[in-house]
């Protein structure tokens, strides 16, 4: 349990609000435009999909927010 306040909480909000608004971004510039045509229950699928993409590497952003390490350390870790 952390007893001392970290930088790596504030700067990784930042970062996180930083990484959504690009990977926003992308998705309107790059990818609205290719799937415009089609219809709203085709277009739905995609939407679903570059929705649940961004999670992917949360789990190990937020653990180094918290700990300072990339993923989860082993028992036997120092």
Sequence with gaps: MRDQPTWRIP?????L???LMAYGALVAIFIAPLISGWSALAQAP???VLGIVWLLPLRSFLIWMETGHWGVKDAGEP
Excluded at 11 to 15: L, P, S, Y
């Design 17 to 19: 609000f930083i990484a």
């Design 11 to 15: 700067i990784g909000v930042i970062g």
């Design 46 to 48: 995609v939407y679903v």
